[in-house]
């Protein structure tokens, strides 16, 4: 099997490389590089990532290229960091010592991006961080750092403005209690949620923690139950949630639930029917969000690979537009100071790369892109954006 | 912690209990007779839930019918995998024994990622959130069906061990090989149907366990290393130190995730562990060999 990923990273480089001689001929060719795992643990994500990338470069190709170099052809330069932190510093080095990159796309995990992206910052260098979500990536003072991907501590914020949304319109939530995987993904995130609850006065009265793989989590359901909470915050991956929903509708007990990001909103949870209608989730972005730069990337995608693109996808995808047009705006791609430069003036509110879901994709003094978590709700067997207003493609479905 | 809590927490611990049970039945099975580990176990487990999950989505089979197809099928694949593998691996010292069966291991895992994706299925029935309420207990249709059924095969299992001609050349074998040799038993057809048996009993295991869980390639190793600890507390190669085991750990984890936080109940099992190998090195129902 890594033979076989070896091989196919290979056949992929290969391809990159035939592809960037045939530009080559007509013109330089603007490099962008591209720092994801395409072996390793997490390859399917690296793999996905890599083809929302591929699919942007073509557009931007397509419609003529870097205007103000001539019409220069964008490529990209892959790089795979095998799920590792210390080849994605050396990667990262590589491309732009070697390859000399206008900017580095990447780099998944926040474990392998924060390496990379200190290597990025001493060669002055800009990185655009497609998906990690630590906050601290944009919270110390980089020159060269951006981020597309919101701050994992908002989407806390989110859920509670959405939390208080739903009291305005007479929902009864009063007691919240907290159900959570016990590993690094769920204590995080409840961290998260019991800070930002616990700043607003909201009180928690029960936190139940399971580990993943559990057969029974009769125990927890019970003791969720006897906690009387009407709102259920999960963290959870797609699996042990499902698990924890049967216990808990098989003890008669269907409170408000609203789970954490793909963990949730994951195609494995509408298996369980009339039992994940009308539960609620926070997650990056929705490829139903009202927006029309939204809908053209899904079709787009959709078209080239048959298959609906994932939050990270979109992230990734909006980042190649970003580093293209910071080397259009500068008017070079060698000069990566004034790369940087134009990208901190980018302000991008239509067109392709405003598919996230905030007003214009921008980066503050920090780096980081100011963009906010969405809602979406189970309603008819579907995943649905319900929240905030300006993106939902509808309004929540309430039971009072 | 109220005592339906506590009550909740028992009962779940007893029925989990009884499913480890299950698996790890076939586990020491296999190595008491033939004195090999095998770490393919789970992916074998992980086989019969998807054999489970694909007979309820595709021909709409409950479960509980599955296992009658499921069983024979998995009573095959002990035999070939005893034939094809096993038989050759005997010959080779330990070592290389397990490097045979974890690399089948992955292999399966991975065959199963290339068939059935990474997804997890879940079969979603009509009962798949009913609960009896015993007292102030609830428990779910599902987990309760397959702890019965896990205790009824157990049964069986017992009794075929311990009262037919089968069982006895079954315990002879794993006594003593030479010995029952000598007596004219054929040790090549006792070890192909241990492997048999061993295995067929996670066709009982594998459409129960789907039902109230879910399938997904890696779900088999979730749980061989929990039948591993069952066994060795229990004494490798002894039926009733699995089913204590088992009851042991499924208790244990339980009442630790009613008190604890659930990283702490997860460590429960290893502590009893490292405390059994420490004081009782061959484990609970094995008496100390001369």
């Known amino acids: 099997m890594q033979a076989f990923r070896t091989l196919r990273a290979l056949a992929a480089c290969v391809a990159f490389t035939s592809l960037a001689a045939g530009h080559a001929q007509a013109q330089e060719t603007v490099k962008i590089g591209v720092l994801v795992p395409i072996t390793g643990a997490h390859a399917a994500d690296g793999n996905r990532l890599l083809r929302a990338h591929q699919l942007a470069a073509d557009q931007i190709n397509a419609a003529g290229g870097i205007k103000s170099l001539g019409g220069a052809k964008v490529e990209l330069v892959v790089a795979d ?86 009291r305005t319109r007479n929902v009864k939530i009063d007691r919240i209690a907290l159900a959570f995987e016990d590993g690094p993904f769920g204590q995080s995130a409840t961290t998260a949620y019991k800070a930002r609850l616990g700043a607003k006065g909201i009180a928690i009265v029960a936190e139940e923690s399971f580990r993943t793989g559990s057969p029974d989590l009769g125990t927890q359901a019970a003791k969720l139950k006897a906690s009387g909470a009407d709102l259920v915050l999960v963290v959870a991956y797609v699996d042990d949630e499902s698990v924890l929903l ?155 | 912690m109220s005592l339906a809590i506590f009550l909740q927490a028992l009962i779940g611990g007893l029925i989990n209990g009884a499913t480890y049970g299950l698996i790890a039945v076939g586990l020491t099975l296999v190595f008491g007779v033939m004195r090999i580990i095998n770490f393919a176990h789970g992916e074998f487990l992980m086989i019969a839930m998807y054999l489970g999950y694909f007979l309820w989505a595709l021909a709409g089979v409950d479960p509980l019918v599955a296992i009658l197809a499921a069983t024979p099928v998995l009573m095959l694949c002990g035999i070939g995998l005893y034939g094809g593998i096993v038989r050759f691996a005997l010959k080779v010292p330990e070592i290389n024994q397990m490097a045979v069966t974890l690399g089948l291991s992955l292999l399966l895992q991975h065959l199963a990622l290339m068939l059935f994706t990474g997804d997890n299925q879940l079969v979603t029935l009509p009962r798949s959130t009913a609960g009896i309420a015993l007292g102030p207990v609830v428990v779910q249709v599902p987990q309760l069906l397959a702890g019965c059924a896990s205790l009824v095969l157990l049964v069986v299992l017992y009794l075929v061990i311990h009262r037919t001609d089968f069982g006895l050349t079954m315990r002879a074998v794993s006594q003593s090989r030479d010995g029952a040799s000598l007596s004219g038993i054929s040790i090549g057809k006792v070890y192909r149907w241990s492997m048999a048996v061993g295995i067929g009993t996670l066709g009982v295991a594998g459409p129960l366990m789907v039902s109230m869980l879910y399938v997904n390639p890696h779900v088999g190793a979730l749980f061989t290393l929990k039948a591993f600890v069952i066994v060795i507390v229990g004494g490798l190669g002894s039926f009733g130190g699995a089913l204590l085991g088992a009851m042991i750990v499924g208790l244990a984890e339980s009442l630790a995730g009613a008190w604890f936080s659930a990283s702490v109940a997860a460590s429960v099992p290893f502590l009893l562990l490292i405390l059994v190998l420490l004081m009782r090195p061959q484990g609970l129902l094995v008496r100390r060999r001369a």
Not at chain 1, 121 to 134: G, L, N
Not at chain 1, 142 to 162: C, H, L, Q
């Open chain 1, 246 to 400: 049967r216990a808990m509708a098989s003890q008669q007990y269907r409170p408000l639930i609203l789970g954490y990001g793909g963990g949730h909103v994951h195609p494995t949870l509408l298996q369980l029917g009339e039992l994940a209608e009308g539960t609620y989730g926070v997650v990056e972005w929705m490829p139903d969000l009202k927006k029309p730069s939204t809908e053209a990337f899904v079709q787009a995608y959709r078209a080239k690979y048959n298959d609906v693109p994932l939050s990270n996808a979109a992230q990734a995808y909006a980042a190649t537009w970003v580093a293209a047009q910071a080397v259009n705006d500068a008017g070079t791609a060698s000069d990566t100071v004034k790369v940087r430069d134009a990208m901190k003036a980018i302000r991008i509110a239509d067109g392709p790369a405003s598919l996230l879901p905030n007003d214009a994709l921008a980066f503050n003094d920090q780096g980081q892109n100011e963009v906010g978590n969405v809602i979406a709700q189970v309603i008819d067997g579907k995943f649905v954006t319900v929240w905030p207003d300006a993106v939902a493609a509808r309004a929540p479905v309430l039971r009072n």
């Open chain 1, 81 to 166: 960091t095998q799920s590792k932190p210390e080849v994605s510093r050396s990667e990262a080095e590589r491309l732009i010592s070697r390859s000399k990159v206008s900017s580095i796309l990447g780099a998944w995990t926040s474990a392998a991006t924060i390496p990379a992206m200190q290597v990025a910052e001493r060669y002055r260098t800009p990185f655009i961080v497609t998906s990690a979500v630590t906050d601290a990536i944009t919270e110390k003072n980089m020159k060269f750092v951006f981020r597309v991907s919101p701050k994992s501590s908002w989407a806390a914020e989110n859920v509670i403005d959405f939390i208080e949304l739903l």
